[in-house]
């Protein structure tokens, strides 16, 4: 499966931004989704994941502001993110996990297919 992130942006502390993972190869309804982010100069953080399910999980520091839901028709994965803060400031990447059950699996190795990347820039 094939992925592309999009939708970021440079914005303003305490806006919005909805970022997209669109898949192309196979349906994403097979695979968990998951949202991860680096900011400059630290390492590959989790931040949301959908099951198959639907089910969702948030990393702490997102938890009330971001959420994460999947459009199986247009065989999308969307993060919402609201309330939008400087830390937030990073290159969010999407990523499939083939892992079938509803734990939340939070580690990079543990996705097996990986987006690109797009930045999101939060201004104080």
């Known amino acids: 499966v094939q992925l592309q992130a999009y939708g970021g942006g440079l914005v303003q502390a305490g806006d919005s931004l909805r970022l997209s993972c669109a898949a192309s190869g196979r349906t994403f309804s097979a695979y968990a989704v998951g949202w991860f982010r680096q900011a400059p100069g630290k390492g590959r953080e989790f931040v949301a994941r959908?099951?198959?399910?639907?089910?969702?999980y948030y990393a702490d520091s997102v938890k009330g502001r971001f959420t994460i839901s999947r459009d199986r028709a247009k065989n999308t994965v969307y993060l919402q993110m609201n309330s939008l803060k400087p830390e937030d400031t990073a290159v969010y990447y999407c990523?499939?996990?083939?892992?079938?059950?509803?734990?939340?699996?939070?580690?990079?190795?543990?996705?097996?297919?990986w987006g690109q990347g797009t930045q999101v820039t939060v201004s104080s």
């Open positions: 990523a499939a996990d083939p892992y079938y059950g509803s734990v939340a699996r939070t580690a990079e190795r543990e996705y097996d297919y």
């Open positions: 959908v099951s198959r399910s639907a089910r969702t």
